[in-house]
């Protein structure tokens, strides 16, 4: 490709993208629950002061990202379809784990939410793979080297449906229900981490 040529394709594509670390190469991701995995399982979290990180999860994150994979949260968020909490409250407990995050270090790519009900049939809401095809687009991520890590059977099935390999933590209050069989599992972020960087 003609150095002209790569250079009006970057013009296309927005300064604004590049600026964000998206180059022309696919990387890997890791997709990240929010509520029990990064963040203390309240149920329905809708207030930004009720933010509570679990303990060192910014190491965890900060060495996933030393090692090339963006860092993507995927979280079902009912609570705004039941009238819980509003679109913006719960904008403002994303904005709020952000900031907390990157004043310790540790840097999100992007977060992604599903505000419907379970029932409502929409294409995002987890194990449904939307949010993970949406942030492939997004992000160019290569799908194939990607995790997912919940504490949840929704989040086990996001793996298979979506084509990512799961890793379960027992934080949270991961799901009673049908765990598939062969979907690893360890105690925490950090304990995933380091079993992602082993592989
Ligand atoms: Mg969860
Ligand atoms: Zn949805």
């Not at 079902?76 to 819980?84: E, H, K, L, P, V």
């Not at 049908?178 to 592989?199: F, H, K, M, Q, T």
């Amino acid at each position: 490709m003609s150095k002209n040529r790569r250079e009006s394709n970057n013009m296309h594509d927005g300064v604004g993208l590049w600026s964000l670390g998206i180059g022309p190469d696919k990387r890997p991701a890791i997709f990240l629950d929010r509520d029990g995995t990064i963040l203390d399982e309240l149920g329905y979290l809708g207030d930004p002061d009720k933010v509570v990180l679990y303990p060192r999860v910014q190491d965890a994150l900060m060495l996933l990202r030393e090692a090339g994979y963006l860092l993507l949260i995927v979280t079902n968020q009912s609570g705004i379809a039941r009238g819980y909490f509003s679109l913006e409250d719960s904008i403002a407990v994303n904005l709020k784990m952000i900031r907390i995050l990157s004043e310790l270090g540790a840097v999100i790519d992007g977060v992604y939410f599903c505000p419907h009900l379970p029932d409502s049939g929409c294409p995002c809401r987890k194990p449904a793979s939307g949010m993970v095809q949406k942030a492939e687009t997004d992000f160019n991520v290569n799908l194939e080297d990607s995790w997912i890590i919940g504490d949840t059977d929704k989040d086990a099935l996001l793996g298979s449906e979506a084509g990512i390999r799961p890793l379960l933590v027992k934080t949270g209050k991961r799901d009673k229900g049908a765990v598939p069989s062969g979907v690893p599992a360890v105690a925490d972020l950090n304990e995933a981490a380091r079993y992602i960087l082993e592989e």
